[in-house]
T-cell receptor
Framework: DTAVSQTPKYLVTQMGNDKSIKCEQN?????MYWYKQDSKKFLKIMFS???????INETVPNRFSPKSPDKAHLNLHINSLELGDSAVYFC????????????FGPGTRLLVL | AQSVTQPDIHITVSEGASLELRCNYS??????LFWYVQSPGQGLQLLLK??????LVQGIKGFEAEFKRSQSSFNLRKPSVHWSDAAEYFC??????????????FGQGTILTVHP
C-alpha cells in the first residue's frame, strides 16, 4: 500500500488556468505538508496542516490555497497559474513536533506553458 | 532561522569506493537531522535520522551518518558504493519549535554519480 499518494503525477497546463493537486495519506499521521521543488532541485516548504488546521504558511502567493477536508487529505489548489509555478510539488505526512519521520509522496510534476 | 548547506553539488565515485557527503546546518538548539535520497523522477525516501543519543546513526542501504555538534555537521557515509546508489541526496534539519510542527529545511542537494 502506498503511504502517501498524489494525483496527478504529471500536469501540463496553460498560463492563467486553475488546477488542483490531491494528496492522501494512509499512515494516520496528524500533520501534512506541501513542499515545492524548483528547477534547481531546491526543496522548500509551502504549507503545513495539523488536524485540518493550517499551521505553516511560508509566504506563498495567495493564488495557492491548501484545503484539508480531513486528516488524511491535503489538497493544493492553484489559481491563475504562472510560468514560475512550474515545479515538482511534494506532499508529505508526519507527526507534529518534528521528531517523527516525514513520508513523502511521489511528487506532481507541473509544467505551465 | 535554520539553514542547511551541502557544499558539494555533484560527486562522482567509482563503484566499490567509499563515499562521504557533507552537510552543515545552522540551528539554535539541538537539531533533528535527516538524510533523504531522491532517485530520478521519484519522491524522497528517508535514509536515516538523528534526534538524540548516539551520534553515529545507521540507516537503510548501508548508509550511516555522524552528528558532530562542534562542527555543526551531519555527514553521510557509505563504505562501498553500489551503482544503484546513484541519485540525489538531501540533508534536512527539522524544526522542533512549538509553532513549526516539524517543518523541514533542506540543503541544496548533492548529485551522486557512480562509475562502473
Amino acid at each position: 500500500d502506498t503511504a502517501v499518494s498524489q494525483t496527478p503525477k504529471y500536469l501540463v497546463t496553460q498560463m492563467g488556468n486553475d488546477k488542483s493537486i490531491k494528496c492522501e495519506q494512509n499512515l494516520g499521521h496528524d500533520t501534512m505538508y506541501w513542499y515545492k521543488q524548483d528547477s534547481k532541485k531546491f526543496l522548500k516548504i509551502m504549507f503545513s496542516y495539523n488536524n485540518k488546521e493550517l499551521i505553516i504558511n511560508e509566504t506563498v502567493p495567495n493564488r495557492f490555497s491548501p484545503k484539508s477536508p480531513d486528516k488524511a487529505h491535503l489538497n493544493l489548489h492553484i489559481n491563475s497559474l504562472e510560468l514560475g509555478d512550474s515545479a515538482v510539488y511534494f506532499c508529505a505526512a508526519g507527526v507534529a513536533g518534528g521528531r517523527g519521520t516525514q513520508y513523502f509522496g511521489p511528487g506532481t510534476r507541473l509544467l505551465v506553458l | 532561522a535554520q539553514s542547511v548547506t551541502q557544499p558539494d553539488i555533484h560527486i562522482t565515485v567509482s563503484e566499490g569506493a567509499s563515499l562521504e557527503l557533507r552537510c552543515n546546518y545552522s540551528y539554535g538548539a539541538t537539531p533533528y537531522l535527516f538524510w533523504y535520497v531522491q532517485s530520478p523522477g521519484q519522491g524522497l525516501q528517508l535514509l536515516l535520522k538523528y534526534f538524540s543519543g548516539d551520534t553515529l546513526v545507521q540507516g537503510i542501504k548501508g548508509f550511516e551518518a555522524e552528528f558532530k555538534r562542534s562542527q555543526s555537521s551531519f555527514n553521510l557515509r557509505k563504505p562501498s558504493v553500489h551503482w544503484s546508489d546513484a541519485a540525489e541526496y538531501f540533508c534536512a534539519v527539522g524544526d522542533a519549535g512549538g509553532t513549526s510542527y516539524g517543518k523541514l529545511t533542506f540543503g541544496q542537494g548533492t548529485i551522486l554519480t557512480v562509475h562502473p
